[in-house]
């Protein structure tokens, strides 16, 4: 029998080899992201205009960011200003 703390490691793993497969950024890098900028989860998530828990699932391992919020985040990762202009225009 499956316990349901090994089923959600498996998952979490599955998810992980998909982002490597894929070459999406991993939970980790999306966290390292937003400690760059002195974010927190919700505040990142409203930026993105997301829910308040999906930032948290992407940094957990449970989910996996859409081909464009990993646009987004890696704009914001390698274009400077990026983050300014969001919160001018979009927040």
Do not use: C
Request: proline share 1%; hydrophobic share 40%; aromatic share 6%.
């Amino acid at each position: 029998m499956l316990r349901f703390s090994d089923a959600r490691r498996l998952q979490e793993d599955a998810i992980a080899l998909y982002r490597k497969k894929h070459g999406l950024l991993s939970a980790d890098e999306i966290r390292t992201i937003r400690e760059r900028f002195g974010l927190t989860q919700n505040q990142l998530a409203r930026l993105l205009h997301l829910g308040a828990n999906t930032i948290s699932r992407w940094e957990s391992g449970r989910n996996v960011q859409t081909e464009a919020m990993e646009m987004l985040l890696r704009l914001l990762r390698d274009l400077p200003g990026s983050l300014d202009y969001l919160r001018q225009h979009f927040a």
